[in-house]
Each structure stands twice: as structure tokens, then as C-alpha cells.
């Protein structure tokens, strides 16, 4: 069957920053000029101190190092708030819906955020906290989880959030490992009409973590949680003693800006390190060109400020760009499942760019609920997160865009700070599921297992040859480690770690992981970290974990669990793991089904053949292939004999 192609509409090719002629003369610049390109490009960055050197980098081990307009200085902050105040000063910056639409929005001008961001920079100084300190956010959508992180960046202080759905434990792990002293939290959270402890969480999780000596505690569900004395500081009084000005700290372009943890296919999360003035350059131009955005768009980004499209879009590309930004702290379905669109109709959204599992989520739900909304409002949509498959996306394009508005597919990483691989709205014909081609600077190549180039049309390991300047720096405290995983499977590139097709017209189609992390409902999670949290209990001998196909989630978590020798599993067993699981990680690694299994499969030398597994949780078991080599291959009919119904 021929792909159907989307061409650009004649307005927005005529209207855009950036039609098909000037992407191709822009990107071919990008590459073949890298210097000259990105001299301009770094432009609309307000430097302290101009940089000389563009670029120093190299992927190869000899000469590790990845380093963007390295004697350059700049704030992030400055970029986001004081360049706005003359033109822009009274411009509302954040419009904030609140979960319940029945309770009061909020809308932040820019001189208000501001005036918020100095006064918290003020109080953080005066609680100590210096350049290149970590300060750990674990806050809920509000406004003040964007005042918490321009406040740091303000200070050269280097913020750390932990989305707010992870259990105390996770969230002590990763205050441990980047030695945040200060943590900056709310009462409570609240998400669907229900509130989330945040608060205790914190409690909890510090017992683990003496090194932390403050904790500014936002009141926003105003519960009244107990504070510790001495620890424990409430924001709102502790802020209007402080004064509504801070002198913004003079930071290198390669000093660190923030730290976001995230799964890998091996070990404990990792702590993705960015600085300051490559991501900033990245996360604005991205945000300029993908969302074709012109300062004072109503803009919505729904994801949350817990995950790296939150970092760089809804608070950092959005405000250096001038823009409103919208920001929600409820979810798609309460109170019901058209309030979305509902928030687009009352806040006028002209560019909505949201995850794939939730319009999958609300596809389920029928079109009424968006059809007896206006959405006359809206112009552009976006996607992110995960593959869209085509019938979410024409469901998007046909119902919520009423055919009117070009999607942007936009494969990026944590790692990558931004958007990689998007069509750019005025530019890019579309397909649906193809992230279609590379943003600027971004050279994309297709390698086979054995790390020969596929050229053309083919399929394969995508990786990325050369620097981009919004790309990670390291993993927090394990040099070593980020060039390892990131450097070490084909020599001298970006190993992506996903699986991706080119096709005829050289578009992109991202096919999805293939190391062993899986993709929960746009949510990244390592099997490795669902089977420590599994082997933890005292019952478990061993877990394996794959992903199964899930129509909502994208991926769900099939877990395989060996109980030890005396313990009889049953139902009762498989409700205590879930929860063990829940309270380890968090809600998000919930297992979708868990198989009690006598044995794993083995070779002889005892590897786990996780494609048989892989096989199992896809429900494809008609070929498992070359069993030959397991050391026990009667575990396989056992596994299959056993399969059980999803939790
Ligand atoms: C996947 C989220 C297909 C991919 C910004 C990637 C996507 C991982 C897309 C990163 C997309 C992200 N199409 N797959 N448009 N966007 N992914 O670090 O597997 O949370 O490697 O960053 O999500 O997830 P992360």
C-alpha cells in the first residue's frame, strides 16, 4: 500500500519562517559549515561575553570531548525573563490550569515570574547554596516549579527534578547520587482529582538521604504537613522576606545547568548532564522552528516538567522565545475525557504538542468529546514521546485538526536536549509515523549489527555522527559510563539506541528501542531496574522483564519472576510484587503481567535468552528460533504452558 503523503499547506509554506527550500539550503549549511552556521545561529542568545570558539568535539576516544562556544558567558535565566522585561514585561509568560476546572487558573506575566524567580534565587542563597550546587525539585505542575528552575539557573546552581509519580525510595536514590543538600517540594500534588503525598514522600525518602539540610516546602493543597523544625521552610513566607532582584550569575557556556535522570539499558538510572549555553542555543532554535512560533503564541506543551520535554519545552525554548506558555498540572480525562480541548478552547491554544498515549487514551473514548469543543483556536499539533502509530495519528490529524493542522513527530532524547528528527510544519510534507527528517546540525546514519552503513532506503541501529549543541555532556559522577554507552557500541558515534527505517525520500521511521529499555505510556524505563526492584523481595529468586505490546501504553511491562525453592506463588503473591514494584520505583513500572516461573531460559553458560522471553511478551511464539543452545529447553514449554491472563 502507497504511504500516504500530507503535502505542506499553501498558507503555511507561504506564511512559515521556514519553507522546503529554506530547510534544504539551511541544513546543508548546518552540516558543511558547521562554524559559520552555528556563529549565527548562537545569536539569538544574549552573551555576556561573546564566545570565539564555536565547536570542539570529537566522538572517538583518542580525543573524547564534547565542548560549544566553550569561552562564551551567558545566564539562562537573563535569556528567559530580564531580556523580555522592556517589550514584553506585561505579557503573561505562564497560564496555569489547575487540575480541577472548577479551580482558579493562574496567569504569570513575565515581570511577575520575574520578580517570583529573584526572590526564591534569594532565599536559595541565603540557605547557602552556591554555584554548581544540586538542588533536587520533586514539585508538582505549578508555576512554581518553573520559578524553582529558572532560580537555580539563575544562580548557577544545577537542578535535578524527580517527577513527582516517583516512590520516596527512587527519589532518595537520586538525591544520593548527585548529593543535592536542599530540596524543594509542595504539600501535595494533584493529578485526576487525587492528591499525591508529595510531601511525605520527601519525609520518607530523607531518612535515607542526612545530607539534605533544607527542604522549601510549597503550601499548594494547603494540608497542613508537619515541617521539621530547623529543615523544613515554608516557600511563601520565606519568600517575601527576600528581596524581588538577583544579579544573575555569569555562567560559562560549558558550566552545568541541570541534571534529569533517566533508565538505561544497564543499571541504575543515569544522570544526564546539561550545560548551559549549547542547550540553550538547542532548546530555542528547536522550539522557534519546529513550532514555527512567533513570541506570544498562546503555546501548550502537555508534558510534564518531570521529563525532559518539560525541560526544554515547556519552560526553557517557550520563555527564551517570549512566549505564553501553558501549563497543566491535571491529566487528559478529568474530569472528563474532553478537558484538553477544553483548555484550548478557554486559553485560545494556537500550537498543542502532546504524547501519543494520550490521544491513543482518548481515541478510545469516541469523538464526542472532542467534537463538542471549538479548537478553532488551534493552528499546529505535536507528538512526542514514542512512535505515533498511523491510526492515532490520523485521529489527531482528521478529528482534533479537522484536517486543518500539520503534525510535527518529533524524535528526540533526554540525551539529545532537543528535538532531532521532526518535519518542520512549513517544510515538511508529511507521513504519518515518520518523524520525517534531521533537524540542523543533526547527521543521522542507519548501521547494521555488525556497524557497516546502510545506505538508501534499509533499516537498522541509528546513530548520529557528529555533535549538535544541545547534546549531553556526561553522566553525573561516571565520565567513563557515558562514553560507554553512548560511544563504545559502533566507534566514533552517537549510538541512539534505537531501531529506525529510511525510506525513498529519505524520511526517518523511528521502529523503537533495541536495547532493553521499554517504553511505557512515553514514560522510558530500563527492565534492569524493574528486575533489581523485583529480585529485592525477599521471595524472589530471579525476574526477567520484557516489554509486550499494550494498545494504550505503546509498551507494557511482562515480567517473568522465579520465587525462591519453599515459596508456593499465587494470586496473592502477584498483587504483593505489583505493589512491592510500586512502592520500589514508582506507579509508572507497574507490571502488567507477571508469570510465576520454575526456571528461566538459560544458555549453558547462563545468559537469560531475553529474545525468547521478548518473544513470549509479544505473544509470538509460533517461531522462538534456535532453542538448541539453552541448557534446560523443556523451561520453554513450561513458560508457554503457563502463560497468564494480564493483570
Ligand atoms: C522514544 C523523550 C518514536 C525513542 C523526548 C527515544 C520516540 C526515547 C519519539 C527517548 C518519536 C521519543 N517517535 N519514538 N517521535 N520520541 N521516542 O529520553 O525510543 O524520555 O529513544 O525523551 O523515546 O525517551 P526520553
Not at 610 to 633: M, Y
Amino acid at each position: 500500500m502507497a504511504e500516504a503523503v500530507y503535502p505542506v499547506p499553501a498558507e503555511w509554506s507561504r506564511n512559515a519562517l521556514i519553507d522546503d527550500a529554506r530547510y534544504q539550503e539551511m541544513y546543508e549549511r548546518s552540516v558543511s559549515e558547521p562554524e559559520a552556521f552555528w556563529r549565527e545561529e548562537a545569536r539569538r542568545i544574549d552573551w555576556i561575553k561573546p564566545f570565539s570558539v564555536v565547536k570542539q568535539t570529537s566522538f572517538h576516544e583518542e580525543d573524547f570531548g564534547i565542548s560549544w562556544f566553550t569561552d562564551g558567558t551567558l545566564n539562562l535565566s537573563a535569556n528567559c525573563l530580564d531580556r523580555h522585561l522592556v517589550e514584553r514585561g506585561d505579557q503573561i509568560a505562564i497560564l496555569w490550569e489547575p487540575d480541577s476546572p472548577t479551580a482558579p487558573d493562574r496567569r504569570i506575566t513575565y515581570r511577575q515570574l520575574y520578580e517570583q524567580v529573584c526572590r526564591l534565587a534569594n532565599l536559595l542563597k541565603a540557605r547557602g547554596v552556591r554555584k554548581g550546587e544540586r538542588v533536587t525539585l520533586y514539585l508538582p505542575m505549578v508555576p512554581e516549579a518553573a520559578v524553582a528552575m529558572l532560580a537555580c539557573a539563575r544562580i548557577g546552581a544545577i537542578h535535578s527534578i524527580v517527577f513527582a509519580g516517583f516512590s520516596p525510595d527512587a527519589l532518595a536514590g537520586r538525591i544520593q547520587d548527585c548529593d543535592s543538600r536542599v530540596v524543594l517540594t509542595a504539600d501535595e500534588g494533584l493529578r485526576g482529582g487525587k492528591k499525591v503525598p508529595l510531601k511525605a514522600n520527601v519525609d520518607e525518602a530523607l531518612k535515607a538521604c542526612p545530607g539534605v539540610d533544607s527542604v522549601i516546602v510549597l503550601a499548594h493543597t494547603k494540608s497542613g504537613v508537619p515541617m521539621a523544625e530547623g529543615r523544613d521552610i515554608d516557600w511563601a513566607s520565606a519568600v517575601a522576606d527576600q528581596a524581588a532582584e538577583c544579579e544573575p550569575v555569569e555562567m560559562s557556556a560549558e558550566d552545568p545547568l541541570f541534571i534529569l535522570y533517566t533508565s538505561g539499558s544497564t543499571g541504575k538510572p543515569k544522570g544526564v548532564l546539561h550545560t548551559t549555553g549549547g542547550y540553550s542555543v538547542w532548546a530555542s532554535m528547536t522550539h522557534e522552528y519546529v513550532f514555527d512560533y512567533r513570541p506570544g503564541q498562546i503555546y501548550w506543551c502537555a508534558a510534564d516538567i518531570g521529563w525532559v520535554t518539560g525541560h526544554s519545552y515547556v519552560v526553557y525554548g517557550p520563555l527564551m522565545n517570549g512566549a505564553t506558555t501553558v501549563m497543566f498540572e491535571g491529566v487528559p480525562n478529568f474530569p472528563d475525557p474532553s478537558r484538553f480541548w477544553q483548555v484550548v478552547d478557554k486559553f485560545g491554544v494556537e500550537i498543542f504538542y502532546g504524547a501519543p498515549t494520550a490521544l491513543r487514551a482518548l481515541m478510545r473514548e469516541g469523538d464526542d468529546w472532542v467534537k463538542k469543543t471549538s479548537r478553532q483556536s488551534l493552528r499546529l499539533l505535536g507528538s512526542v514521546g514514542e512512535p505515533i502509530n498511523p491510526e492515532a495519528w490520523s485521529w489527531y490529524h482528521e478529528v482534533v485538526g479537522e484536517g486543518r493542522c500539520p503534525i510535527v513527530d518529533t524524535w528526540w532524547q533526554t540525551e539529545t536536549g532537543g528535538v532531532m528528527i521532526s518535519p518542520l510544519p512549513g517544510a515538511t510534507p508529511l507521513k504519518p509515523g515518520s518523524a520525517t527528517r534531521p533537524m540542523f546540525g543533526v547527521q543521522p546514519k542507519l548501521l547494521d549489527n555488525d556497524g557497516k552503513e546502510i545506505e538508501g532506503p534499509g533499516d537498522g541501529c541509528l546513530v548520529i555522527t557528529d555533535s549538535w549543541p544541545g547534546q549531553m555532556r556526561t553522566v553525573w559522577g561516571d565520565h567513563e559510563r557515558f562514553f560507554q554507552t553512548y560511544f563504545s557500541t559502533f566507534k566514533g558515534t552517537y549510538f541512539t539506541g534505537d531501531g529506525c527505517r529510511r525510506d525513498e525520500d529519505g524520511y526517518y521511521w523511528i521502529t523503537g528501542r533495541i536495547d532493553d529499555v521499554i517504553n511505557v505510556s512515553g514514560h522510558r524505563m530500563g527492565t534492569a531496574e524493574i528486575e533489581s526492584a523485583l529480585v529485592a523481595h525477599p521471595k524472589v529468586a530471579e525476574a526477567a522483564v520484557v516489554g509486550m505490546p499494550h494498545e494504550i501504553k505503546g509498551q507494557g511491562i511482562y515480567a517473568f519472576v522465579t520465587c525462591n525453592a519453599e515459596v508456593e506463588p499465587d494470586d496473592a503473591l502477584r498483587k504483593e510484587l505489583i505493589a512491592w514494584v510500586r512502592h520500589e520505583i514508582g506507579p509508572i513500572a507497574t507490571p502488567d503481567v507477571i508469570q510465576f516461573a520454575p526456571g528461566l531460559p538459560k544458555t549453558r553458560s547462563g545468559k537469560i535468552m531475553r529474545r525468547i522471553l521478548r518473544k513470549i511478551g509479544e505473544n509470538d511464539v509460533s517461531n522462538l528460533g534456535d532453542t538448541s543452545t539453552l541448557a534446560d529447553p523443556s523451561v520453554v514449554d513450561n513458560l508457554l504452558a503457563n502463560r497468564p491472563q494480564p493483570v
